[in-house]
């Protein structure tokens, strides 16, 4: 058994499990940079365990002043791609909702996430958005998760895959989309 620590990334609030490479144990909320299957992300500890299965990541550091200025500029790139993809959504007449942007701490990836069908158009519109802001987009369908979670009865007892009744860590929304019933 090894230690891994229980770290909240992304937009969405992914769940996954990270071993530090310092081998160091990083106390709750600590927040930490870490490499995940999208790239460089931010993260929140939630908690550390002893595990024996393998790790979603690898947690690289705790977030320097240095980052945290770097933080500040993907921020601010954040919410101007927010408010051009909104302009633009509304230019074009289109009917999709963009829930959020989220800038990845490497600065190469832009998530686009809405609430909708992922048109054509509109995978052109942000395609554009990401040239512009020099990086690759990735399209997130908002609705799945929300209707259907990790699978039937997300967030329940009932849950196949292990979910129970706090939700799991492929369905970071299971609260959220179906909150566990009192018994």
Do not use: W
Not at 20 to 32: K, N
Not at 74 to 86: F, G, K, P, T
Not at 130 to 158: I, S
């Amino acid at each position: 058994m090894y230690l891994q620590h229980l770290v909240r990334v992304g937009a969405m609030g992914h769940v996954g499990r990270f071993a530090a490479v310092d081998g160091l144990r990083y106390g709750r909320e600590t927040r930490v940079i870490c490499r995940t299957s999208r790239g460089l992300e931010v993260g929140h500890v939630l908690d550390s365990v002893a595990c024996d299965g393998e790790a979603d990541g690898t947690l690289l550091r705790a977030v320097t002043v240095e980052d945290d200025l770097l933080l500040a500029r993907l921020e601010r790139n954040r919410d101007e791609a927010v408010e051009a993809c909104s302009r633009k959504l509304e230019e074009k007449g289109l009917t999709a909702v963009l829930m959020d942007v989220e800038h990845l701490f490497d600065g190469e990836s832009l998530y686009f996430y809405f609430l909708g069908e992922v048109t054509e158009e509109l995978e052109t519109l942000t395609s554009e958005l990401a040239e512009a802001y020099e990086t690759k987009v990735q399209f997130r369908k908002f609705t799945e998760t929300l209707e259907a979670g990790c699978g039937p009865d997300c967030g329940t007892e009932a849950a196949s895959g292990g979910c129970g009744e706090g939700g799991c860590a492929t369905c970071s929304l299971a609260q959220a989309c179906h909150p566990p019933t009192a018994s």
